[in-house]
């Protein structure tokens, strides 16, 4: 008899896995989704190994098997072990990361006749169990719970005891059917006037808080909006929209979702170009690699290059190459809705090859895709972070686009991996190739390319278009000297007469500006009081289209106060500028100017990412005014002028990537203007010209701010010279939060002490949002060569957040 390693579905099942014993009827594969009895329950596992003997002395046994055929390959869980030792997350949630959409179902036992049941003297059973068999013979399985609905539970269970003692019917296990979401969601809407709402709200306020929220979330949107999006955003249950069902003030009605349009385009093959010499030198490295069976290592590419330089086209060709190789790719995108250029390029030049994963998917077609991915119906599998665990079989390149990007590190929930780490895992277990391309690399990538544990490839220039070829000129205003000169417009003097100019030209300009919203505080000309968010502390920003104030950190939202709350005063002022404001600010400078607005503010609808970028490229717009999406890999020939309104925005957070961020943004962001023919201008203002990232961001001077940072990074010890793990604490009561925190620092010092270990330990204080929806923050740094090492045998209590590598320090 044989034993299997199993990692249980169980969140205290962690790091390990459990020995079970194998019932000599059933033949185990290494890979495959079991049942097992754990504690009084049965729950999914997936067998990690097969030996000879168990890990403890008594064992129980598998209870049976989910799927014949294995759910994962050897190298997805040799790359499983490693994502749960490495982020330190239980063994079955990193799995969890490759198994197939839906999954985590339930278990349910249907039972089946025998083969003796046909030939069984019928006489000898009583009605009820002629019943069931009868039923069976028709239906061919019926589930226990739908034997109970029939007889009631007690009675069932013993019809059916009794027909499984007589040999008549057998009983299995297996999952649930996957259900396919319906295409319908419901939608909650307003039975009253926003007006009346609102004053239903105020009435409700104290004596029923969540109802109050829902109701003032519900007027401020003015219009019907996905349940499940409503009770999110308001922090409310079931309970709270049945309490206002029922008193007649709201009511659900099921509206019809459509897919993404994207999917079912039709996508016209496009011959490609001929490539430049440098195209062609970096390509060569890579095919060469490519064709080059490994042993041990993985081959990792950074394609370092300008914007617009022609990276992509060294993508597609290297991916042509790995097919023609009989091999298959994975190409990671920042975010599928931003990057609508990108996909439609890959998705020609691999027509009904590319599969495309994307979030919006219901889970039945997300389970459909993931099948189709297994058996090799696609060359090219493109998505977000999570499509690095899609099943490709013989993976042979996969393909990180802007690998700077923060998206690629999962932030919200365990496993809290890095695509880009695990990629470079997957591949050393698989022997596939990585390319990361980015124009501004990643501090980190750059290093290890310095190193030699990347190889550099890079692509200088531009690509000449009609004879332009040079990066746009950028021009840095100091906003300083505009006040001196008495401008207090948000626009500088320089900026206003370039957009007066492009405008005149008929051409189009970006204007970009990282925060949302109208103004973006409100304050007490009398007291000074702030209205700040009451769960997060943080300023309110006032949105003008909506006449509301907005937490940007968990959208709580207010109507505007007539008195200040401090001291009665109705002198409130509105400070700062958000997008909204520069729309009204360039439609009152140039009056009748077409213009467009791209944030998270018009961007909830399904396709509307679409809809703005078809309609600015179809030049129905003069200006386009975003965030950051506007900054993302969009190729917009039109465009010659990008303003930046201010280049501060992120540049003062304390965070040590700051200054790279500003100059990764910086860089996108100019990196729009000028792709046609017609040369680009960039403007951009700041109140500090004089900082590096800003400095060396204006002359596209990546080598000098790399320079820099390396040597920041070096004298404090930051990445890539040490490793950051950052522990998390959250409470809704501040002095337990900081207790907590004390007591785990007190501990780990003792430890690092003890043991001699080279672990700074940063902390424990409140993180820069010290409170977010309601909880207090506080946090540990440890830094050092190997920090995961001290926290691997240290079990953290309940409620801590650890996380490996961590991107956001805030
Ligand atoms: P990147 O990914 O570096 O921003 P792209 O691959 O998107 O650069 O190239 C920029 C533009 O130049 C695109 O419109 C692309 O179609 C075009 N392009 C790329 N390579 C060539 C080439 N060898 N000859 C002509 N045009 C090219
Ligand atoms: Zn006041
Ligand atoms: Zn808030």
Same mark, same amino acid.
């Given at each position: 008899m044989g034993y299997a390693e199993v990692a249980v579905n169980s969140p205290v099942a962690q790091r390990r896995t459990f020995s079970y014993s194998i019932p000599s009827s059933v033949d185990l594969k290494v890979g495959q989704a079991v049942w097992v009895p754990f504690g009084s329950r049965v729950l999914q596992g997936i067998v990690f190994e097969l030996t000879d003997y168990p890990a403890v002395e008594e064992t129980k046994e598998v209870a049976g098997v989910i799927d014949p055929r294995p759910v994962l390959s050897p190298a997805q869980m040799e790359l499983a072990r490693w994502i749960s030792e490495y982020y330190l997350a239980p063994l079955f949630d990193a799995a969890a990361l490759m198994l =197939? @959409?839906?999954?985590?179902?339930?278990? !349910?036992?249907?039972?089946?006749?025998? @083969?003796?049941? #046909?030939t069984a003297a019928?006489?000898?059973?009583?009605?009820?169990?002629?019943?069931?068999?009868?039923?069976?013979?028709?239906?061919?399985?019926?589930?226990?719970?739908?034997?109970?609905?029939?007889?009631?539970?007690?009675?069932?269970?013993?019809?059916?005891?009794? &027909?499984?003692?007589?040999?008549?019917?057998?009983?299995?296990q297996e999952l649930e059917k996957v259900?396919?979401? =319906?295409?319908?969601?419901?939608?909650?809407?307003?039975? !009253?006037e926003a007006g009346v709402a609102q004053q239903e709200a105020e009435r409700l306020v104290n004596k029923a808080p969540r109802q109050a929220a829902l109701l003032e979330f519900l007027a401020s949107k003015r219009r019907p909006t996905p349940l499940e999006e409503a009770k999110r955003e308001a922090h409310c249950a079931s309970i709270t929209v049945k309490a206002l069902e029922d008193k007649g003030l709201v009511f659900t009605e099921g509206v019809q979702v459509l897919r993404d349009p994207l999917l079912h385009r039709i996508f016209s093959p496009v011959t490609p170009p001929t490539l430049t010499a440098a195209q062609e030198a970096a390509l060569y490295q890579i095919q060469a690699s490519l064709r080059q069976p490994r042993k041990d290592g993985a081959a990792v590419f950074l394609l370092y290059g300008v914007t617009g330089s022609g990276k992509t086209e060294v993508y597609l060709r290297a991916l042509a190459e790995a097919v023609a190789l009989g091999k298959r790719g994975i190409v990671l995108v920042p975010e599928i809705a931003l990057t609508p250029q990108t996909i439609e390029r890959f998705a020609s030049r691999f027509p009904h090859r590319v599969a495309i994963l994307h979030s919006q998917l219901s889970l039945g077609e997300q389970f459909d895709e993931w099948q189709r991915i297994r058996e090799g119906a696609f060359d090219v599998v493109i998505g977000p972070r999570g499509a690095i665990f899609a099943p490709q079989p013989s993976l042979g390149l996969i393909i990180i686009d802007e690998e700077h990007e923060w998206t690629y590190k999962q932030e919200e929930q365990?496993?809290?991996?890095?695509?880009?780490?695990?990629?470079l895992k997957l591949a050393e277990l698989s022997g596939a190739v990585v390319v990361l391309g980015s124009a501004t690399p990643d501090v980190e990538?750059?290093?290890?390319?310095?190193?030699?544990?990347?190889?550099?490839?890079?692509?200088?220039?531009?690509?000449?278009?009609?004879?332009?070829?040079?990066? =746009?000129?950028?021009?840095?205003?100091?906003?300083?000297?505009?006040?001196?000169?008495?401008?207090?417009?948000?626009?500088?003097? #320089?900026? %206003?007469?370039?957009?007066?100019?492009?405008?005149?030209?008929?051409?189009?300009?970006?204007?970009?500006?990282?925060?949302?919203?109208?103004?973006?505080?409100? $304050?007490?000309? *009398?007291?000074?009081?702030?209205?700040?968010c009451r769960r997060c502390d943080l300023p309110l920003t006032y949105h003008a289209t909506e006449e509301m104030l907005v937490c940007h950190q968990c959208n709580y939202r207010r109507s505007v106060p007539l008195h200040c709350p401090g001291c009665r005063s109705k002198r409130i002022k509105f400070l700062g500028v958000g997008t909204q404001r520069v729309e009204e600010e360039v439609a009152r400078i140039f009056p009748g100017t077409r213009l467009l607005r791209w944030d998270r503010d018009v961007t909830r609808g399904?396709?509307?990412? $679409?809809?703005?970028? /078809?309609?600015?490229?179809?030049?129905?717009? *003069?200006?386009?005014?975003?965030?950051?999406?506007?900054?993302?890999?969009? /190729?917009? +020939?039109?465009?010659?002028?990008?303003?930046?309104?201010?280049? *501060? %925005?992120?540049?003062?957070? @304390?965070?040590?990537?700051?200054?790279?961020?500003?100059?990764?943004?910086?860089?996108?962001?100019?990196?729009?203007a000028g792709r046609g023919s017609s040369p680009g201008r960039v403007i951009v203002q700041t109140y500090t010209p004089e900082h590096y990232a800003i400095a060396y961001g204006a002359k596209h001077d990546y080598?000098? &701010?790399?320079? $820099?940072?390396?040597?920041?990074?070096?004298?404090?010890?930051?990445? +890539?010279?040490?490793?950051?793990?950052?522990?998390?604490?959250?409470?809704?009561?501040?002095?337990?939060?900081?207790?907590?925190?004390?007591?785990?620092?007190?501990?780990?010092?003792?430890? !690092? /002490? #003890?043991?001699?270990?080279?672990?700074?330990?940063?902390? +424990?204080? =409140?993180?820069?949002?010290?409170?977010?929806?309601?909880?207090?923050?506080?946090?540990?740094?440890?830094?050092?060569? *190997?920090?995961?090492? &001290?926290?691997?045998?240290?079990?953290?209590?309940q409620g801590w957040v650890v996380d490996i590598d961590p991107i956001g320090l805030l």
């Amino acid at each position: 008899m044989g034993y299997a390693e199993v990692a249980v579905n169980s969140p205290v099942a962690q790091r390990r896995t459990f020995s079970y014993s194998i019932p000599s009827s059933v033949d185990l594969k290494v890979g495959q989704a079991v049942w097992v009895p754990f504690g009084s329950r049965v729950l999914q596992g997936i067998v990690f190994e097969l030996t000879d003997y168990p890990a403890v002395e008594e064992t129980k046994e598998v209870a049976g098997v989910i799927d014949p055929r294995p759910v994962l390959s050897p190298a997805q869980m040799e790359l499983a072990r490693w994502i749960s030792e490495y982020y330190l997350a239980p063994l079955f949630d990193a799995a969890a990361l490759m198994l =197939p @959409p839906g999954f985590e179902r339930k278990l !349910v036992t249907p039972f089946h006749l025998s @083969p003796e049941s #046909s030939t069984a003297a019928v006489n000898s059973l009583t009605s009820e169990q002629k019943q069931l068999l009868n039923r069976l013979r028709k239906e061919g399985k019926v589930t226990q719970r739908a034997v109970e609905k029939a007889l009631g539970r007690k009675k069932a269970r013993m019809v059916l005891s009794q &027909l499984l003692r007589k040999g008549l019917v057998t009983k299995s296990q297996e999952l649930e059917k996957v259900k396919v979401k =319906p295409k319908v969601l419901p939608y909650l809407h307003l039975a !009253v006037e926003a007006g009346v709402a609102q004053q239903e709200a105020e009435r409700l306020v104290n004596k029923a808080p969540r109802q109050a929220a829902l109701l003032e979330f519900l007027a401020s949107k003015r219009r019907p909006t996905p349940l499940e999006e409503a009770k999110r955003e308001a922090h409310c249950a079931s309970i709270t929209v049945k309490a206002l069902e029922d008193k007649g003030l709201v009511f659900t009605e099921g509206v019809q979702v459509l897919r993404d349009p994207l999917l079912h385009r039709i996508f016209s093959p496009v011959t490609p170009p001929t490539l430049t010499a440098a195209q062609e030198a970096a390509l060569y490295q890579i095919q060469a690699s490519l064709r080059q069976p490994r042993k041990d290592g993985a081959a990792v590419f950074l394609l370092y290059g300008v914007t617009g330089s022609g990276k992509t086209e060294v993508y597609l060709r290297a991916l042509a190459e790995a097919v023609a190789l009989g091999k298959r790719g994975i190409v990671l995108v920042p975010e599928i809705a931003l990057t609508p250029q990108t996909i439609e390029r890959f998705a020609s030049r691999f027509p009904h090859r590319v599969a495309i994963l994307h979030s919006q998917l219901s889970l039945g077609e997300q389970f459909d895709e993931w099948q189709r991915i297994r058996e090799g119906a696609f060359d090219v599998v493109i998505g977000p972070r999570g499509a690095i665990f899609a099943p490709q079989p013989s993976l042979g390149l996969i393909i990180i686009d802007e690998e700077h990007e923060w998206t690629y590190k999962q932030e919200e929930q365990s496993p809290r991996y890095h695509a880009r780490k695990v990629a470079l895992k997957l591949a050393e277990l698989s022997g596939a190739v990585v390319v990361l391309g980015s124009a501004t690399p990643d501090v980190e990538s750059f290093h290890h390319a310095q190193t030699g544990r990347y190889h550099l490839l890079q692509l200088p220039q531009r690509i000449t278009r009609g004879g332009v070829s040079s990066l =746009p000129e950028i021009e840095l205003v100091d906003m300083r000297q505009e006040l001196k000169a008495g401008n207090r417009s948000i626009f500088s003097r #320089s900026l %206003t007469k370039a957009i007066a100019e492009t405008l005149a030209a008929n051409e189009q300009a970006i204007l970009f500006l990282n925060r949302r919203g109208t103004y973006t505080f409100v $304050q007490c000309r *009398d007291c000074g009081f702030v209205l700040r968010c009451r769960r997060c502390d943080l300023p309110l920003t006032y949105h003008a289209t909506e006449e509301m104030l907005v937490c940007h950190q968990c959208n709580y939202r207010r109507s505007v106060p007539l008195h200040c709350p401090g001291c009665r005063s109705k002198r409130i002022k509105f400070l700062g500028v958000g997008t909204q404001r520069v729309e009204e600010e360039v439609a009152r400078i140039f009056p009748g100017t077409r213009l467009l607005r791209w944030d998270r503010d018009v961007t909830r609808g399904k396709n509307s990412h $679409q809809r703005i970028l /078809d309609k600015f490229l179809a030049h129905q717009a *003069d200006i386009l005014i975003g965030t950051q999406m506007i900054a993302k890999g969009l /190729d917009l +020939p039109e465009v010659t002028l990008v303003g930046i309104i201010s280049a *501060d %925005t992120i540049l003062h957070f @304390p965070e040590f990537r700051a200054g790279e961020r500003t100059f990764q943004l910086l860089s996108q962001v100019a990196g729009r203007a000028g792709r046609g023919s017609s040369p680009g201008r960039v403007i951009v203002q700041t109140y500090t010209p004089e900082h590096y990232a800003i400095a060396y961001g204006a002359k596209h001077d990546y080598a000098s &701010l790399y320079q $820099q940072e390396i040597v920041f990074r070096q004298q404090h010890g930051d990445p +890539p010279f040490n490793r950051l793990a950052s522990l998390i604490y959250t409470h809704t009561n501040a002095d337990i939060c900081q207790r907590e925190a004390k007591r785990v620092y007190h501990r780990l010092r003792e430890k !690092v /002490d #003890s043991e001699g270990m080279n672990i700074t330990l940063i902390g +424990p204080c =409140p993180m820069f949002f010290q409170k977010v929806r309601g909880r207090f923050r506080w946090q540990i740094i440890l830094r050092g060569s *190997d920090p995961v090492h &001290l926290l691997a045998d240290l079990r953290l209590p309940q409620g801590w957040v650890v996380d490996i590598d961590p991107i956001g320090l805030l």
